[in-house]
C-alpha cells in the first residue's frame, strides 16, 4: 500500500468570496453586513449543517478577512487544546469564532462560555460578535444548558446542500486555485463515485494534485482510478 502526502502548503486559503453559497446565500449577506458594520453585533450568529457543508470554510474566511482589516479574532475549535482551564479571552478581538461546537469536550465548553460572557459584556473595551458552527441544530447540541442557549439566543441559519452545478463550480474553483486543469470527465466521475459534501471532495482534490506531482502525470480519470488502487 502506498502512502499518498497531503501537502497542505499547496492547499487555498479559505476566503469569503470563495464560499460558494448556492441556496444559502442570506448567510453569506448576514456574515458579510456584520463584518462591514462599523458598530460591533450584539446578537450571536449560529450556523449548522452536516459535515462538509462549508461550515469551517465560512468562519476561516471571516478569519482570513480580519486580517485583512487589521484585526483580531478568537478561534476556539473541537481539536484546541484547553488543558484543565479556560483559555483567556483577548480583548482586542473583534469577532469570536466558535467552530465544531457540537464536538466540544468539557474544558471546551468552559472556555467557550467565558469567550461568550466576555464577548457580550466585556470589562473593557466594546463588545465583540460571536460567531459559532456546528453539524446540530440548536436543540440538539450536547452541551451545557447555559452555552447551548447562549449560541442560539441570535440569528440562526441551518445551511442547505448545494446543487450540482454548485458543487461542480466549488471544485473547479478550488482546482483553479491550486494551478490544475480538471476536465469535465475527470469532474463527472469524482461527482457520480465519491461523496459529494465539499469537504470529503476537497481532500480527494488535495490527494489527487499531491498524486499527480508525484507520479509527474496530468490528472486524468486514469490517474485517478490508479490513485485509489494505489492508496
Known amino acids: 500500500m502506498k502512502q499518498l502526502p497531503l501537502d497542505i502548503g499547496l492547499a487555498p486559503s479559505p476566503r469569503l468570496d470563495s464560499w460558494i453559497p448556492g441556496p444559502n446565500a442570506a448567510v453569506l449577506a448576514h456574515v458579510q453586513s456584520v463584518l462591514h458594520d462599523n458598530r460591533p453585533s450584539l446578537r450571536p450568529t449560529y450556523i449548522w449543517g452536516p459535515e462538509g457543508s462549508g461550515k469551517t470554510h465560512l468562519l476561516q474566511g471571516v478569519l482570513q478577512a480580519l486580517r485583512e482589516q487589521g484585526r483580531e479574532a478568537g478561534w476556539l475549535d473541537a481539536s484546541t487544546p484547553c488543558g484543565g482551564y479556560a483559555r483567556p479571552f483577548d480583548p482586542r478581538w473583534s469577532v469570536v469564532l466558535l467552530d465544531e461546537v457540537d464536538a466540544y469536550g468539557p474544558q471546551q465548553q468552559h472556555t467557550a462560555f467565558n469567550w461568550f460572557i466576555h464577548a457580550m459584556t466585556p470589562q473593557q473595551g466594546e463588545p465583540c460578535w460571536v460567531l459559532s458552527a456546528g453539524r446540530l441544530p440548536v436543540t440538539d447540541l450536547p452541551l451545557r444548558e447555559d452555552l447551548r442557549t447562549r449560541l442560539g439566543w441570535g440569528q440562526v441559519f441551518g445551511l442547505q446542500p448545494l446543487a450540482e452545478d454548485d458543487v461542480q463550480r466549488a471544485l473547479r474553483q478550488e482546482a483553479q486555485a491550486r494551478g490544475l486543469d480538471l476536465s469535465d470527465e475527470v469532474l463527472r466521475y469524482m461527482l457520480s463515485r465519491f461523496s459529494r459534501d465539499l469537504g470529503s471532495l476537497s481532500q480527494l482534490l488535495a490527494m489527487l494534485d ?15 482510478k490508479q490513485m485509489m488502487n494505489d492508496s
Open 210 to 224: 499531491d498524486y499527480a506531482l508525484e507520479t509527474r502525470r496530468a490528472i486524468t480519470v486514469p490517474l485517478l
